[in-house]
């Protein structure tokens, strides 16, 4: 049972366009929405996130929105750069009963930025 | 400000052989600790949490085990290793938290490969 689900496997963008990555979840309990970036052979890095109060988050060239009603997020890289070429993963998490939220993770999109 | 390191980087072990991955965390107290695996194609898996010494959550049955043997220390083992065990085994960390959403700050990772 996918909860968080990145349909694209892969996508190629020029340099200095948008990118525009997409995320579907279906747990509706989840309040809380991340990316995150990973090149080969490291750990992913945490790159932004959104909570559930808001439709939109900025953070220079990265932008998060949040559609609740359609259960979809995305994020937008703008201008794309060839250093964003990687994996991005969308994850969520929901309250937890115990102490610790787990966080949900999509199987990734591969991001190549073409010169 | 907070660091984690896991080790070792690459390892490669024979089928049936014991395994030991260790991971630590410094600049912050008390955090949740989180093991995390990445088969080849696939997004993230959670396999273990915790969210103090000697407390530890399984997500995933399996022939691998955790333990919380320091507050920021955690340490990912098994007696036997299967082939169906490699992957990128990926340690991470967040602040104590089930209500309000917060990131995990991932290590560089290990890369487990049984033959």
């Known amino acids: 049972d996918q909860q968080v689900k990145q349909n694209s496997p892969s996508l190629s963008v020029q340099e200095g366009r948008i990118s525009i990555l997409n995320c579907d979840y279906t747990?509706?309990?989840?309040?809380?929405f991340l990316w995150y970036k990973k090149y080969p052979a490291e750990g992913p890095t945490f790159l932004i996130s959104?909570?559930?109060?808001?439709d939109k988050n900025e953070d220079g060239r990265f932008t998060v929105f949040l559609n609740k009603s359609a259960k979809h997020l995305s994020l937008h890289i703008v201008p794309s750069q060839p250093g964003d070429s990687a994996v991005y993963f969308c994850a969520a998490s929901g309250p937890s009963s115990g102490s610790a939220r787990q966080l949900t993770f999509g199987s990734g999109t591969q991001l190549t930025v073409l010169p | 400000s907070q660091t984690i390191h896991q080790w070792p980087a690459t390892l490669v072990q024979p089928v049936g052989s014991p395994l030991s991955l260790e991971c630590t965390v410094e600049?912050?107290?008390?955090?949740?600790l989180y093991w995390y695996r990445q088969a080849a194609g696939r997004g993230l898996q959670l396999l273990f949490y915790s969210v103090g010494i000697g407390q530890i959550s399984s997500e995933v049955p399996q022939n691998l085990s955790a333990s919380r043997p320091q507050d920021r220390q955690f340490i990912l083992s098994s007696k036997k290793l299967l082939l169906s065990d490699s992957g990128f085994y990926l340690c991470?960390?967040?602040?104590?938290?089930?209500?309000?959403?917060?990131?995990?700050?991932f290590g560089n990772g290990t890369r487990l490969t049984v033959t």
């Open positions: 959104i909570s559930s109060i808001k």
């Open positions: 991470a960390w967040s602040i104590r938290t089930a209500v309000i959403g917060s990131p995990l700050h």
């Open positions: 600049g912050t107290s008390n955090p949740n």
């Open positions: 747990n509706s309990m989840f309040d809380y």
